[in-house]
């Protein structure tokens, strides 16, 4: 039995996780077993009881699920987001899902904002790092300054290189490794290392490494040059939503963030590439679509392959229909909108 745990979280997190929420009951009825749990960690949970996310409730996610499925996290009411450390950079680091997987396919040509690039011209992958560089969260501040460190392994930027090169490798794409080597000396000296190291083991794979200044430049000018992008924390992170608006903006982008070992019983958490809006939450405006394309990332995950592609395939199709949101100049509500993507499934 595959057992899922669904965060839905904050904000619009469990607007738009209630849109996909029927997918998991759909999967069932084409033959797979699965159950699933739904926990509260959030900002109301935290404000109510003090807990973000418990050691015990951690190690529970962790031995007894095969992977969650996530909503959001953000509120304006807890100003230092330290529940949304305690939640899900934890379950990041501490699950070590190494790999931040952020596809950038784009379904539209009228989604993509690109002048004369059509959605079949762009074809990329980001691979972020997903535990280290400065979301290690460590630093000080006193009344002159701040400093905040960067920590960077050997073992998490070799995991996941491994990761972007076998997947360029598969993809037959060339690999591009965004950095700032000429300035971060040391953390993006060692990732140039590895990176130099694991290009000799990969030698069908076309590999590069530019600034990351200049590939955002040459990403904007001309997409259909590249492929799958290797990244550490905070490069993948604002790469990754220069890709979403790629792909018709937040509201569209899905992700999954995978274990490189076996290490744990739960080896992926899977969620949208945008927050939790506090501009949008509780006004029915949010797209659903990435949280429910983040839920054929999950299904493909798990071997569901046919499932996966029958999400993606009726999320094309009400797209293609015009089904949108306000976000892609559309009027429909989360709600219908919801119904829209699932309309192909019958749900
Ligand atoms: P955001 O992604 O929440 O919103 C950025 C912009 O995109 C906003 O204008 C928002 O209205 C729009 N947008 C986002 N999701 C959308 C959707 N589904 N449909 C339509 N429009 C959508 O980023 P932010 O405003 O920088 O952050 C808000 C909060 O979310 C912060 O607390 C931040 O830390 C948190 N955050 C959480 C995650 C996560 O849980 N993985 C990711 C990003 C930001
Ligand atoms: C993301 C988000 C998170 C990140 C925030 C909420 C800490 O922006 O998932 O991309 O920076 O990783
Ligand atoms: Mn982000």
């Not at 996310?53 to 100003?79: M, T, W, Y």
């Not at 998490?156 to 950095?179: I, N, P």
């Not at 000018?221 to 990754?240: E, T």
Request: proline content about 4%.
């Amino acid at each position: 039995m595959t057992r899922i745990a669904v965060i839905p979280g904050d904000g619009i997190g469990p607007e738009v996780m209630a849109e996909a929420m029927p997918l998991l009951a759909w999967v069932r009825t084409q033959g797979q077993e699965v159950e699933w749990e739904v926990f509260p960690f959030g900002a109301d949970h935290f404000l109510k009881t003090g807990e973000t996310l418990s050691d015990e409730a951690f190690v529970k996610l962790r031995d007894n699920f095969d992977a969650i499925l996530f909503g959001a996290v953000g509120d304006p009411r807890v100003l230092d987001g330290r529940h949304a450390e305690e939640i899900l950079l934890r379950l990041r680091r501490d699950l070590r899902l190494r790999v931040n997987h952020r596809p950038c396919a784009p379904m539209l040509d009228v989604h993509v904002p690109l002048k004369g690039v059509s959605a079949a011209d762009i074809r990329l992958e980001v691979f972020r790092e997903n535990t280290e560089g400065p979301y290690c969260l460590k630093g000080e501040t006193d009344k002159e300054g701040a400093v905040d460190f960067a920590i960077h392994t050997r073992e998490a930027v070799s995991a996941l290189l491994r990761a972007a090169f076998q997947r360029a490798e598969k993809l037959r794409a060339t690999l591009t490794l965004a950095h700032k080597a000429n300035v971060l000396k040391h953390g993006h000296g060692l990732w140039m290392r590895e990176f130099k190291t694991m290009q000799a083991e990969f030698p069908a794979v076309r590999a590069t490494s530019m600034h990351a200044d200049a590939l955002l430049c040459a990403l904007v000018q001309r997409p259909q040059d590249f492929g799958v992008i290797a990244a550490d924390n905070y490069l993948g992170d604002l790469i990754s939503d220069l890709l979403a608006a790629f792909q018709g903006g937040m509201g569209l982008a899905a992700s999954a963030n995978l274990a490189t070992d076996q290490a744990f019983r739960c080896t992926g958490l899977f969620e949208p590439v945008h927050g939790s809006a506090p501009d949008l939450a509780g006004r029915c405006l949010a797209n659903p679509a990435g949280m429910i394309l983040s839920t054929a990332l999950l299904f493909r995950h798990l071997g569901w392959q046919r499932e996966a592609l029958a999400v993606e395939s009726a999320v094309l199709d009400a797209l293609a229909k015009g089904a949108a949101t306000q976000d892609l100049g559309g009027n429909l509500n989360t709600l219908e909108m919801g119904t829209a993507l699932r309309g192909k499934l019958s749900i």
